[in-house]
T-cell receptor, first 112, second 111 residues
């Protein structure tokens, strides 16, 4: 039944050790987003794709990268996680611009 | 850059009262304005949205109003219930594309 699936739900990584978060969708939506949400804050947009057209926000740290190998999957790579990168990472999809965004359950990242 | 401002940051109401949350946006080209509800530990979920060609939209106890001239839109919840307690986020497209979220309003409905 799940339409936007994120794995894992919880990820613990060591300071400086690369980590990859994954997202898959069964909706065949054109747009996929990655948001970072820290405690008691709004989701902050990191990247988005329209199909293969990639866009990163101006203030997204270089430490963060993304890949979308096909319509269904999208990955968030954090090359050298710092303590400040601990957060909930939310993947979302939408059929196009200016349409409802469907969120996955998120991956809670802990950096130790 | 484009931004979305939301207030109040917290709102406490008695069960049965109404709640109003307001947002302003900066990009005059924005034409889609959703509201999301996020319960503790859960994903944001759309509760209502409005497009720029209408001024108001209702869905049972929830309504959204849009003033394009003033560049603000509001969420109205009537007859509030304890299960309405959550964080509510407004959003608007930036650069006419991806959604930027407001800072959120924590609504507490007191029984």
């Amino acid at each position: 039944d799940a339409m936007v699936i994120q794995n894992p739900r919880y990820q613990v990584t060591q300071f400086g050790k690369p980590v990859t978060l994954s997202c898959s969708q069964t909706l065949n939506h054109n747009v996929m987003y990655w948001y970072q949400q820290k405690s008691s804050q709004a989701p902050k947009l990191l990247f988005h794709y329209y199909d293969k057209d990639f866009n990163n926000e101006a203030d997204t740290p270089d430490n963060f990268q993304s890949r979308r190998p096909n319509t269904s999957f999208c990955f968030l790579d954090i090359r050298s996680p710092g303590l400040g990168d601990a957060a909930m990472y939310l993947c979302a999809t939408s059929i196009g611009w200016n349409t409802e965004a469907f969120f996955g359950q998120g991956t809670r990242l802990t950096v130790v | 850059g484009e931004n979305v401002e939301q207030h109040p940051s917290t709102l406490s109401v008695q069960e049965g009262d109404s709640a109003v949350i307001k947002c302003t946006y900066s990009d005059s080209a924005s034409n889609y304005f959703p509201w999301y509800k996020q319960e503790l530990g859960k994903r944001p979920q759309l509760i209502i949205d409005i497009r720029s060609n209408v001024g108001e939209k209702k869905d049972q106890r929830i309504a959204v109003t849009l003033n394009k001239t003033a560049k603000h839109f509001s969420l109205h919840i009537t007859e509030t219930q304890p299960e309405d307690s959550a964080v509510y986020f407004c959003a608007a497209p930036t650069g006419r594309r991806a959604l930027t979220f407001g800072s959120g309003t924590r609504l507490q409905v007191q029984p």
